[in-house]
């Protein structure tokens, strides 16, 4: 006598929805490299300080001149607007980029 093997629904009918998960890449990574991807490779400009013609760092919010209050970690440089009553700091990085002369309004 012959026996039919017992079949349920579950073992026959293609299960949906346990489809193995898809894996994405690490939170952060970018398949385009930087710059094309709408983010320019040029450094913003420098508009919160400027040089002044006598050699002192001007704050070009108010025109002033800022008070050298010393480096942190020989990284930033800090400095402090009197007239603005404002912290303004600055990464050592940047100076070579800080423009000479007021800003062009
Ligand atoms: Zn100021």
Redesign the pocket.
């Given at each position: 006598m012959a026996v039919a093997p017992i079949t349920t629904q579950e073992s026959e009918a293609p299960v949906r929805g346990e489809a193995t998960p898809r894996r994405r890449g690490r939170p952060g990574t970018r398949r385009t490299p930087r710059g094309q991807d709408g983010n320019p490779h040029e450094n913003p400009p420098i508009v919160t300080v400027y040089f002044h013609t006598d050699g002192e760092l001007h704050?070009a919010?108010?025109?002033?001149a800022?008070e050298f209050h010393g480096t942190r970690a020989g990284l930033e440089i800090d400095f402090f607007?009197l007239?603005?009553v404002?912290h303004v700091t600055l990464p050592n990085s940047i100076l070579s980029r800080i423009p000479v002369g007021p800003p062009l309004v």
């Open positions: 704050h919010w108010c025109g002033q800022l607007c007239y603005c404002e």
